[in-house]
């Protein structure tokens, strides 16, 4: 039963576009949402976050978004750079801090 | 934030063999998690590390094939028993600290057993 689903598992923009990025849940006890970057041979890296009492959170680039009711989540990468091509993974957990539920990931190629 | 540090970054193993490690972070922190990562998968919990008692293992996984240790805030270890080729994969050690929201993760550990 996977609870935190990335349905697309590769996307692919050119440089200077948007990246959207999509994440659904079905745990209602979520209450904070986070997406990691990946590179290989990496741990993942700390992006952006959003706690369920907010609807968007902006950090440069990185805009998150999050639908309560629709228990779905975007990342929003703009604009995006060629050194933004990596895996990205959506996380949830209940409560800050605590142990984290993973999505599938979502490969992104920003081309030149 | 957190400094975290792996080790090792990669082994090659004989199956039927035991791998130990280790994870090791700069400061203090609250909570220490292990996470493995099979070829093409995502990030799944394998147990959080109790400083003092046993860990909390999530479904699936077992204290005889994952012994974890915390001896203290600052250190973990993760045991792959008795390996076997199912077991490649990467082990990723994550820590959660006071006053941040997100947890950090070390670079993980890429495990290949023959």
């Known amino acids: 039963d996977q609870q935190v689903k990335q349905n697309s598992p590769s996307l692919s923009v050119q440089e200077g576009r948007i990246s959207i990025l999509n994440c659904d849940y079905t745990n209602s006890m979520f209450d904070y949402f986070l997406w990691y970057k990946k590179y290989p041979a990496e741990g993942p890296t700390f992006l952006i976050s959003i706690s369920s009492i907010k609807d968007k959170n902006e950090d440069g680039r990185f805009t998150v978004f999050l639908n309560k009711s629709a228990k779905h989540l975007s990342l929003h990468i703009v604009p995006s750079q060629p050194g933004d091509s990596a895996v990205y993974f959506c996380?949830?957990?209940?409560?800050?801090?605590?142990?984290?539920?993973f999505g599938g990931g979502t490969r992104l190629m920003v081309k030149p | 934030s957190a400094v975290i540090s792996q080790k090792p970054s990669r082994d090659i193993c004989q199956r039927g063999t035991s791998l130990t490690i280790q994870c090791q972070v700069d400061s203090q922190v609250t909570m220490m998690f292990w996470y493995r990562q099979q070829p093409g998968q995502s990030l799944t919990l394998i147990a959080t590390?109790?400083?003092?008692?046993?860990?909390?293992?999530e479904s699936g996984f077992v204290i005889d094939k994952f012994p974890i240790s915390r001896p203290n805030l600052t250190f973990s270890t993760l045991t792959v028993s008795n390996m076997s080729p199912e077991d490649s994969s990467i082990y990723l050690c994550s820590v959660a600290v006071e006053t941040y929201t997100e947890a950090f993760f070390g670079q993980g550990t890429r495990l290949t057993v023959v």
């Open positions: 590390a109790n400083q003092g008692s046993e860990a909390t293992y």
């Open positions: 996380a949830a957990s209940v409560g800050a801090g605590n142990m984290l539920t």
